[in-house]
Nanobody
């Protein structure tokens, strides 16, 4: 059973930075695609970024392009999300997810495993 544990959330001022981590365990295949999603109160879960392991293909949501960077450490099966130039509208619970699909996928129903989420709050 794949387990994903996020960390690194917190409170930051607008313009600041945070780095989220997602530790994967329990049999994550190196062919999996890993991604980040976020969900603000009263809104649907939104795609943020994804990266596949073997092809190094990457995709970002339009609202975070140029500010967020997704990366991974294969040796430690850890996924990261570096978030710079944060805005109040980035406030949400951020979720790490894993898909058995080896291509980069962007929708929630294409992901098979989810972490518990970590709260990111950006103050103005």
């Amino acid at each position: 059973q794949v387990q994903l544990v996020e960390s690194g959330g917190g409170l930051v001022q607008a313009g600041g930075s945070l780095r989220l981590s997602c530790a994967a365990s329990g049999g994550t295949s190196r062919t999996y695609t890993m991604g980040w999603f976020r969900q603000a109160p009263g809104k649907e879960r939104e795609f943020v970024a994804a990266k596949n392991w073997i092809g190094l293909s990457t995709s970002y949501g339009d609202s975070v392009k140029g500010r967020f960077t997704i990366s991974r450490d294969n040796a430690k099966t850890t996924l990261y999300l570096q978030m710079n130039s944060l805005k109040p509208e980035d406030t949400a619970v951020y979720y790490c997810a894993a898909s058995r699909n080896s291509r980069v996928v962007l929708t929630t129903n294409e992901y098979d495993y989810w972490g518990q989420g970590t709260q990111v709050t950006v103050s103005s």
